[in-house]
């Protein structure tokens, strides 16, 4: 395996929340203690329900959020070390799509000046550059030529995540997270989403940290998925191992929950209860109050976060 | 209308004005929603579902909407139907929920006060009454701790939950019809299966009648017995679930088969269909799927095709897949 472009290592995150004439309302912890690696040209999968914490990490990877804990390192070098031009330096190389295109698209700027924006920031393209790389990047996330001119409600949902996809390609960047970039979308345009990412990997060599609550949509697009609950990873594999045999019961019942296109075939079993509260999560292991198989000493003791074959890591207290 | 049907929706267009004129969303849509029947109506965004689903309660906006067609309820035509005989039957025997239950419900009043005004105005019910019933409609729909619950507001909800209450005030007057547009198109797939569960066990106990609007396969699969799919305002395939993943007769239906990432076989692209939905419905004369159609002859510019009833039940909108297959007519 190559060296790691992205390492991330004992990460935790904690919001302090306001209550009213500014007491503390409690500590909301997001994220707790958690460390992956992702190698050039390698897509991570993080799967995990809202609230699980996955946002959150896309966040604190790409620097929008400082860890209360822990450490990221891009290219070997810490991100929040440096002086703020060796960040600006780092921050170009790593990029982010989100969910809503919508909402990550200024409604009054014409999609051009949108996609040249990172491009504006950086300041290093002449406008005969700016001109052509903008067209090159309309044409490499497949949007219709001619459409420089328009503004972003004429274009539908699939072609706004295009749009977004572009912005974050303009400065060529090693690394991107996305963040259910197709959890919005038709499952006809789903896939023609999933299908250009799966392109520029190959084309630009990129990195993703691709983050969905579907593991269906996940298994197409990551060489490794890490599953997340209530801020933490419980399962961490490669692709074949964890779809072919999950350890942990909550990854097993993620599978159940999928609606499987087969009609008259067993039907998807949803997990009872809710994602427990980060503000107060329960004791042991978090997903005590809804894992079948939970006993005594799941209600007390926090299962270890353990290396149960050569890539395969899992916390629960069951497996062997 | 025969007697086992509930619904009939028959020739619906629906037209809408736009800056440019009028712009039509639906056109000639005609199905039936049998008693006890969970329909699911399926397309992409922009094919015109939800105005269908919309059209049948009649809550289109009226200056800037042009309805015609008929849709029969009980011999009651709703898309002529006075507004007070119209007030009884949304939300008392036909009843919806939507995508998103944060904006469908009050954010200033509490999950009681909600259901007991659903409750008053189609009952002759008392407070403490509808507020007893409304403990009881949020335990069907299996919230932990009702009597508490009830008293809470909705942004105290998860997601989740926000969506049982949605399904308790829609279920509180015992519908007939459920029309339930996107339910789970919001929530993690592990809500989501409680959700279809939830709402499978209240269809027999209620022995009501569904119409589940979604894009998802996955859980029309899992959840109906017969499909209607729509593709840019027309109906382009009709079919018994079992049918329609089996042997599909459009293309349009099975690229959208296609198109579900599998959860248990590696696929390092996905089958996607390519480009989408035209924007304006009237430019060319020949098939609407036509510029995304892979099975495409020369036939299909020409003209409109029209659907074609199978012997067996069902319809499709390809004269081409229907040959091929040997459907009968």
Same mark, same amino acid.
């Given at each position: 395996?190559n ?41 991570l ?30 290219f ?27 909402? &990550?698209?200024?409604? =009054?700027? %014409? /999609?051009?000046? @949108?996609? #040249?924006?990172? +491009? ?35 274009? &539908?949902?699939?072609? =706004?995540? %295009? /749009?977004?996809? @572009?912005? #974050?390609?303009? +400065? ?14 038709d499952?006809?345009?789903q ?20 983050i ?45 929950a ?63 | ?9 028959s ?55 042009e ?116 339910p ?71 690229g959208?088969?296609?198109?579900i ?31 995304r ?37």
């Amino acid at each position: 395996m190559n060296s790691p472009i992205l390492s991330v290592k004992g990460l935790s995150m904690s919001f302090e929340l306001k209550g009213s004439w500014g007491r503390s309302a409690g500590t909301l912890r997001a994220v707790d203690n958690v460390s992956f690696d992702i190698s050039s040209g390698e897509t991570l999968g993080l799967v995990g329900e809202s609230g699980s914490g996955k946002s959150t990490i896309g966040r604190l990877v790409v620097g929008l959020l400082k860890p209360t804990q822990g450490e990221i390192q891009m290219f070997g070098t810490d991100i929040r070390q440096n002086n703020a031009d060796a960040f600006k330096a780092i921050r170009r190389k790593v990029q982010i799509v989100f969910q809503d295109p919508q909402g &990550s698209l200024n409604p =009054r700027m %014409r /999609i051009e000046n @949108a996609i #040249a924006e990172p +491009l504006d920031i950086s300041g290093q393209y002449s406008p005969i550059e700016r001109a052509d790389r903008v067209k090159e990047l309309i044409e490499l996330v497949g949007l219709p030529r001619d459409c420089g001119k328009r503004f972003s409600h004429e274009f &539908s949902g699939g072609q =706004r995540q %295009r /749009i977004g996809i @572009a912005r #974050a390609i303009a +400065l060529n960047p090693a690394f991107i997270v996305c963040d259910e970039p197709v959890s919005a979308l038709d499952v006809s345009m789903q896939a023609q989403v999933v299908n250009l990412l799966l392109d520029l990997q190959e084309k630009l060599n990129l990195s993703y940290l691709f983050i969905a609550h579907d593991l269906a949509v996940v298994r197409h697009v990551s060489s490794r998925v890490a599953v997340m609950y209530a801020g933490r990873i419980v399962e961490l594999a490669p692709r074949l191992d964890l779809y072919s045999k999950p350890l942990h019961p909550y990854t097993q019942a993620l599978m159940d929950a999928v609606p499987l296109p087969r009609p008259g075939m067993q039907k998807a079993v949803g997990v009872p209860g809710e994602v427990p509260s980060l503000l107060n999560p329960p004791s042991g292991c978090a997903f005590h109050t809804r894992c079948p198989r939970a006993s005594q000493i799941c209600t007390v003791d926090k299962p270890d976060y353990r290396q149960v074959s050569q890539e395969h890591f899992v916390a629960c207290h069951f497996i062997e | 209308m025969t007697s086992d049907e509930l619904l009939r929706v028959s020739g619906l267009t629906v037209k809408f004005l736009g800056e440019s004129g009028w712009l039509t969303a639906v056109e000639d849509v005609s199905f039936s929603i049998g008693k006890k029947e969970c329909i699911g109506l399926v397309g992409e965004s922009g094919s015109g579902k939800s105005v269908t689903a919309l059209s049948v309660l009649n809550l289109h906006e009226r200056r800037t909407t042009e309805i015609s067609g008929r849709i029969e309820y009980f011999g009651k035509n709703t898309l002529t139907l006075p507004a007070n005989d119209l007030r009884r039957l949304r939300g008392g025997e036909i009843a919806m929920i939507f995508q998103d239950p944060m904006s469908s419900l009050n954010p200033v009043l509490t999950v009681a006060d909600q259901i007991i005004e659903t409750l008053q105005l189609h009952e002759n019910i008392s407070h403490s009454k509808a507020r007893l019933r409304a403990i009881e409609l949020l335990e069907l729909v299996r919230i932990p701790d009702a009597a508490r619950r009830v008293d809470e507001y909705p942004h105290r909800l998860s997601g989740g939950m926000r969506q049982r209450v949605m399904i308790a005030m829609a279920i509180a007057c015992k519908p007939k019809l459920l029309i339930a547009d996107e339910p789970t198109t919001a929530l993690d797939v592990t809500i989501q299966a409680e959700i279809l569960n939830l709402l499978r066990d209240l269809q027999n106990e209620l022995e009501m009648s569904v119409l589940l609007i979604t894009h998802d396969l996955g859980v029309i699969a899992e959840f109906v017995q017969r499909v209607v799919v729509m593709y840019a305002g027309q109906v382009i395939e009709e079919a018994p679930v079992m049918r329609l993943f089996d042997q599909p007769l459009h293309p349009y239906s099975q690229g959208l088969i296609n198109a579900i990432p599998p959860l248990h076989i590696d696929m390092r692209r996905l089958l996607s269909i390519p480009g989408q939905l035209p924007d304006s419905y009237e430019i060319h004369s020949g098939c609407r799927f036509v510029a995304r159609c892979t099975e495409r002859v020369s036939t299909c510019l020409n003209s409109q095709p029209s659907l074609i009833a199978l012997q067996n039940g069902g319809s499709s909108r390809c004269p081409i897949r229907v040959e091929l297959s040997g459907v009968q007519r």
